[in-house]
């Protein structure tokens, strides 16, 4: 348990230096826009993960670029989990992909997320994709967002792509919509993730 706890403290050191020292000319395939971008708050104590698989969101509500932007929602989202109506300890997600594919970073990969649904999110890597895609499709800019930064962080956390999956498949919810989760039924998104760690490695 302390060999675990101290693993932990230390892989929380890096990612964060990491993160710190990222911006988006350094990532490739994707435009990563950081915490300080966003404007993000400062985030409350967390309970500490190793990522161990990926699970796909989808942000849930009708996402319209011409009303209001992704950094926006970002920062509205946050602050009403970490408000008393969730309380919280950061926005749940460790990244958000807009409709024109930016990736947002958001908690910290070593910190567990939080859900509103009834499934434990310990170790699992949550990537979400603004929109409601029960409503809305994906644009091939996510998609294509989605792939690159999902193989990144398998090679990354030495995650199975077999191991991803989608919200649905550990609760009983709609998420993340039958328009995106359909790329999971299919077979398409793992394939193309399968894909693309073969020409990173």
Same mark, same amino acid.
């Given at each position: ?6 693993? $932990? ?21 994707? !435009?990563?826009?950081? *915490? ?16 161990? *698989? ?11 670029? =011409? ?18 109506? *969730? ?25 567990k997320g939080e859900t ?15 929109? !409601?895609? =029960?409503?809305? $499709? ?7 967002? $989605? ?7 398998? @090679? ?27 790329? $999971?039924?299919?077979?398409? @998104?793992?394939?193309?993730?399968? %894909?693309?760690?073969? %020409?990173?490695?």
């Amino acid at each position: 348990m302390k060999i675990k706890t101290h693993f $932990l403290f230390i892989a929380l050191f890096f990612s964060s230096t990491f993160f710190a020292c990222t911006s988006s000319k350094e990532i490739t395939d994707y !435009n990563f826009i950081s *915490r300080e971008e966003w404007n993000a708050l400062d985030a409350k104590p967390f309970n500490l993960q190793v990522p161990e *698989r990926i699970t796909i969101h989808h942000e849930g509500t009708v996402f319209d670029p =011409e009303k209001r932007t992704a950094a926006t929602s970002l920062k509205n989202i946050q602050s009403w989990g970490m408000g008393n109506a *969730r309380n919280w300890s950061d926005i749940p997600y460790h990244f958000i992909i807009d409709f024109e594919g930016n990736v947002f970073e958001g908690r910290n990969p070593f910190t567990k997320g939080e859900t509103a649904t009834d499934y434990d999110p310990s170790g699992h890597l949550l990537v979400s994709c603004f929109g !409601n895609f =029960e409503e809305q $499709l994906l644009t091939e800019k996510q998609f294509n967002s $989605l792939v690159n930064l999902i193989s990144e962080m398998c @090679l990354r956390f030495d995650i199975a792509p077999e191991t991803i999956k989608g919200h649905k498949d550990f609760t009983t919810t709609l998420c993340p919509g039958k328009n995106l989760y359909k790329y $999971l039924e299919n077979g398409e @998104l793992i394939n193309a993730v399968k %894909k693309r760690i073969s %020409k990173l490695k």
